[in-house]
């Protein structure tokens, strides 16, 4: 069975420009997560979705919005980018609505210039 | 506010050690604790997890072991190999945190040959 795929894989974009990351769970989760890593640091919960319901949310501005889609996959869409929105984001499934064990995907490296 | 706290952040040891990464938390809300292992430009895997009611797990070479009293808890690896050289991260997540993981700031592991 395939992981968590995400796309696009490296992508470069300019300050003020919008951004939209995608997800696919591993069959049968229908719970994703999205995260945010910059280099150094631990992962930053910004969004779970689980029926596409948020069921989550973290300490990030109102320019991060997601959805979820009925097939499960997911967007995170960014607006007004800013230099430090520049990252891995990375994207997690889980089968229930507590996301307790949940898989990565390998991640979409973000550089804003 | 750092709602888990990781230490060291850095490890060197030599092939067949045994390095140990240690995790601190506050919020007795927690109840759910995993592990995990990212090599450079992939997502993180999980490792292994453990839950508040025992106080020592092992899968494999890895082993968590979980002191409740104290709100500590630390990753073992026994028999360390150079391709355990990755970035280790705790993390913790409870009832009361609204899906939301929290990550450790994370080990360099480099095991030497």
């Known amino acids: 069975d395939a992981g968590v795929t995400q796309s696009p894989t490296h992508l470069i974009k300019t300050r003020g420009q919008h951004v939209t990351l995608r997800c696919s769970p591993i069959?049968?989760?229908?719970?994703v997560s999205w995260y945010q890593q910059v280099l150094g640091q631990g992962p930053q919960f910004i969004f779970q979705?689980?029926?596409?319901?948020?069921?989550g949310r973290g300490n990030f501005p109102d320019r991060f919005s997601a959805r979820q889609f009925p097939n499960y996959s997911s967007e995170l869409n960014v607006n007004a980018l800013l230099l430090g929105d520049s990252a891995l984001y990375l994207c997690?499934?889980?089968?229930?609505?507590?996301?307790?064990?949940?898989?990565f995907g390998p991640g979409t490296r973000l550089t804003v210039l | 506010q750092q709602q888990v706290k990781q230490s060291p952040q850095s490890l060197i040891v030599q092939k067949g050690g045994i390095p140990i990464i240690n995790c601190a938390y506050e919020?007795?809300?927690?109840?759910?604790f995993p592990w995990y292992q990212q090599f450079p430009g992939k997502g993180p895997a999980l490792l292994i997890a453990?839950?508040?009611?025992?106080s020592e797990k092992k899968e494999g070479r890895f082993t968590i072991s979980f002191n409740k009293s104290a709100k500590q808890f630390s990753l073992h690896i026994m028999d360390s190999q150079p391709g355990d050289s990755a970035t280790y991260f705790c993390?913790?997540?409870?009832?009361?945190?609204?899906?939301?993981?929290?990550f450790g700031t994370g080990t360099s592991l480099t095991v030497i040959p």
């Open positions: 979705y689980y029926e596409k319901e948020e069921r």
């Open positions: 069959s049968g989760h229908k719970s």
């Open positions: 919020n007795t809300a927690f109840d759910y």
């Open positions: 993390a913790a997540i409870g009832v009361d945190t609204g899906n939301q993981f929290y």
């Open positions: 453990i839950r508040p009611d025992v």
């Open positions: 997690a499934s889980s089968w229930g609505a507590r996301a307790d064990t949940q898989y």
